[in-house]
């Protein structure tokens, strides 16, 4: 299946939006819309951070293990996902670009390595599934992004 990319423009600097994604448990304040019953592993951050979450899309639910399996400061983060009894694998990557008025884009890729049948059928229906949730992940990191710098800066 063809992956799906999500982007945003945030004002803050590639430096603030890795640290922030970085920590696993960030991910749960703007993915909870669809991504919820996190349990954590591992380190709270870096290479080895995992999280065990109920991914609920599309009428159905699954369990899915995250486990960040690359990392290039400040520049890239990669999840490898698991799900569907280990039939479904894919990856998540952030990628953060600096802009050259100041600030970021924050471009998220989920990009599947193995699907089960149903997906592939449902392709079509999958990928635009996946768009529209991740589309309102971004949103809600840009949102928790400028409430992380506010309190930051108190």
Partial sequence: ???????????????QVYDFLDVMAHHERFTNHY???????????????CATVTAALGGTQTDVAIEVV??????RIVERN???????????T????????GGSLVSFTY?????????????????????RANRTVMRR?????????SAAGS
């Fill in 94 to 101: 952030y990628t953060i670009e600096p802009q050259r008025t």
């Fill in 70 to 75: 690359e990392a290039a400061p400040p520049r």
């Fill in 1 to 15: 299946m063809k992956s799906v990319t999500v982007s945003i423009d945030v004002p803050q600097t590639p430096e």
């Fill in 82 to 92: 698991v799900s569907a009894a280990g039939r479904r694998l894919a990856h998540g």
């Fill in 141 to 149: 990191l840009a949102a928790e992004l400028a409430q992380h710098a």
């Fill in 111 to 131: 990009a599947w390595a193995h699907t089960p049948l149903a997906d592939r059928l449902l392709a079509p229906v999958v990928r635009a599934t996946i768009r």
């Fill in 35 to 49: 991504l919820t019953n996190w349990r954590y592993s591992g380190p709270g951050r870096g290479i080895g951070s």
